[in-house]
């Protein structure tokens, strides 16, 4: 399979730890994004990265959200010092530079107790 | 929040009917992207469009880019089961750059 993928596929935890998300994009997709998506909502855009840059945050991206891409492949989204409201399904995009298209893995779908 | 305006919110369509749906936007996009996605699942892109007023057909799907560049539509024909899902619009303002996503239509098919 040479889609995106992303693990774990499910996380619980209870408020206050912190937990860490893995993305492995497309092979030679040199952008990568994250993307939050709430119950009954479109997903809404967290960061991205082209190559092992991190070129725009939202600011839905508090100080206890951190996101790298160190070697320009995989990334990882770290998330401290969880809450309810962190509660949210998380989606890696992944596509090249020059395109338009982004394309999205299966999502990790996050519950703090 | 989500500047994107989706309608209807849901849908319940009998199988083999035609299906349409919207998204408009107060602010314009140079491209406009349409997915869908499972329950539990990632979205899964369907059918991009690149130029205001463009057509494009993927299969028994239809969208158009507004002239305004500020709306789009998509049309599925003879609606099956498996077509169940939310239906995403999304605009993108530059190559490369975010994806702005609508809140989804939810549709739903009788068999």
């Known amino acids: 399979d040479t889609g995106v993928s992303q693990d774990p596929r499910h996380k619980i935890t209870k408020r206050g730890q912190n937990v860490t998300f893995r993305c492995d994009p497309i092979?030679?997709?040199?952008?990568l994004y994250w993307y939050r998506q709430t119950l009954g909502q479109g997903p809404e855009f967290l960061t991205y990265f082209q190559n092992e840059a991190q070129l725009e945050k939202s600011r839905l991206l508090s100080d206890r959200f951190s996101a790298e891409r160190p070697k320009g492949s995989f990334s990882t989204l770290e998330i401290q010092r969880t809450e309810q409201g962190d509660s949210a399904m998380y989606l890696c995009?992944?596509?090249?530079?020059?395109?338009?298209?982004?394309?999205f893995g299966p999502g990790t779908r996050l519950t703090v107790l | 929040g989500q500047q994107l305006n989706q309608s209807p919110q849901s849908m319940f369509i009998q199988e083999g009917e035609d299906v349409s749906m919207n998204c408009t936007s107060s602010?314009?996009?140079?491209?406009w992207l349409w997915y869908k996605q499972d329950p539990g699942e990632g979205p899964v892109l369907l059918i991009a469009l690149y130029k205001a007023g463009e057509l494009t057909s993927n299969g028994r799907l239809t969208a158009q880019f507004g002239i305004t560049r500020k709306d789009s539509f998509l049309n599925i024909s003879a609606s099956i089961p498996s077509d169940v899902g939310i239906y995403f619009c999304?605009?993108?303002?530059?190559?490369?750059?975010?994806?702005?996503f609508g809140a989804g239509t939810i549709l739903r098919v009788k068999s």
């Open positions: 602010s314009i996009f140079n491209t």
């Open positions: 092979s030679e997709h040199n952008r």
């Open positions: 999304a605009g993108q303002r530059s190559y490369g750059n975010k994806l702005v």
């Open positions: 995009a992944s596509s090249l530079v020059a395109v338009w298209e982004q394309f």
